[in-house]
């Protein structure tokens, strides 16, 4: 489905949001859409081991979020984030690296595309366990509460993630510690293939993260960077001034199947094709930045820079060595059993 400018709704005007910010934040979804794409096409050519999660979609929700936190913030986020590692400073390298299966990325070839991070970067790599990584960041949270440190810990988790107990003991064990926690529920209408409305009564995160929790959770436009942006942003330091933990429900949509096996046919094709056509996060930014007074000349070059470090970091990571067979066992046991 090719994208038409005109049909796109720019992010509304977000005038609070400065020039180098709103660069860093389209850098990131332009190098979460280019390296997914990439990374399919070498799935298809059988050269990465495991399967392939893409975000495309979602891009705004994990690297505004990302951006929006300040560097000595950590994050976990979740495996259709890619934009929040590339906004906390991971190098497309070190990300192909991982897809690739090399020895020098940041499981050492030893995943399978999901569960890494570079946490001396403050990116906790992902549980898989649906949930699981809330109460992790309570617990970064807690930590930074104790040590008096200005600190924040961010976290997303989807709609399916909500149906999942850890989310809430999470939740309410933030509420009661009264932490710097901040989380993005992403609400993408669907888990795996099941709608969120047939396995929910109310499918309002918000609402039942206020209601249930009492920690304040507005509701915001997940295609638009921007909105997101600064919404996430405020939450942030609302969490850091000691006002506890703090949420953000991001509305968007998942434009592929659950992973790369699954063409997604059980979805609404009008639905996909109005997002597609008029909600795509990457346009929708394109479009506000030249609506302030971006050249098209200067989008299509930061465009243009993003594809060479795409293939760049790609290149430097077909450079690196395969795991040696002989360290298998390492970081698997804490004491190998022979
Ligand atoms: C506790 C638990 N139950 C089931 C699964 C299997 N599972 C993996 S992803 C997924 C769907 C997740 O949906 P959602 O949280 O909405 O995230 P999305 O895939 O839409 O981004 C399921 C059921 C799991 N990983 N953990």
């Known amino acids: 489905m090719a994208t038409d400018a005109s049909a796109v709704i720019p992010c509304e005007e ?18 979460h859409r280019l390296m997914e794409e990439r990374i399919m096409l070498l799935y298809k ?9 893409t975000g495309r979609g979602q891009e705004a929700v994990g690297a505004a979020a990302g951006v929006a936190l300040s560097a000595d913030d950590v994050v976990a986020p979740l495996n259709r984030e890619m934009g929040c590692h590339i906004a906390r400073g991971v190098t497309v390298a070190h990300i192909f690296r991982n897809y690739l299966g090399r020895a020098t990325g940041p499981t050492g070839g030893r995943d399978g595309n999901m569960h890494f991070g570079v946490p001396e970067q403050g990116v906790f790599p992902l549980v898989s366990m649906l949930g699981d990584l809330v109460p992790v960041m309570v617990g970064a949270a807690l930590a930074f509460k104790r040590r008096g440190e200005p600190r924040v810990a961010l976290t997303f988790f989807g709609d399916g993630a909500f149906n999942c107990g850890d989310t809430h003991e999470g939740l309410n064990l933030a509420g009661a510690l009264n932490v710097p926690a901040v989380f993005i529920a992403q609400s993408n209408r669907v888990a795996y293939s099941t709608f969120t409305e047939r396995s929910m009564r109310n499918p309002v995160l918000a609402q039942r993260i206020e209601g249930g929790y009492s920690i304040p959770c507005p509701r915001v436009d997940g295609t638009d960077a921007l909105a997101v942006y600064s919404t996430v942003r405020e939450a942030v330091e609302r969490a850091r001034s000691g006002d506890g933990p703090q949420a953000v429900e991001a509305l968007t949509v998942r434009m592929d199947g659950h992973a790369a096996h699954d063409d997604a046919r059980y979805m609404d094709r009008e639905l996909l094709h109005e997002y597609a056509t008029r909600r795509d996060p990457v346009e929708r930014l394109a479009a506000r930045l ?21 293939a760049a970091g790609l290149a430097e990571a077909e450079a690196a060595p395969a795991p040696d067979p002989a360290t298998l066992e390492q970081g698997v046991y804490a004491s190998p059993v022979r």
């Open 14 to 31: 977000a005038p609070a949001v400065d020039d180098d910010v709103r660069r860093r934040i389209f850098r990131c979804v332009l190098l």
């Open 290 to 310: 030249i609506a302030d007074g971006m050249s098209a000349d200067e989008v299509a070059s930061l465009r243009d820079a993003a594809a060479a470090e795409v």
């Open 45 to 53: 050519q059988g050269r990465i081991p495991g399967s392939v999660y």
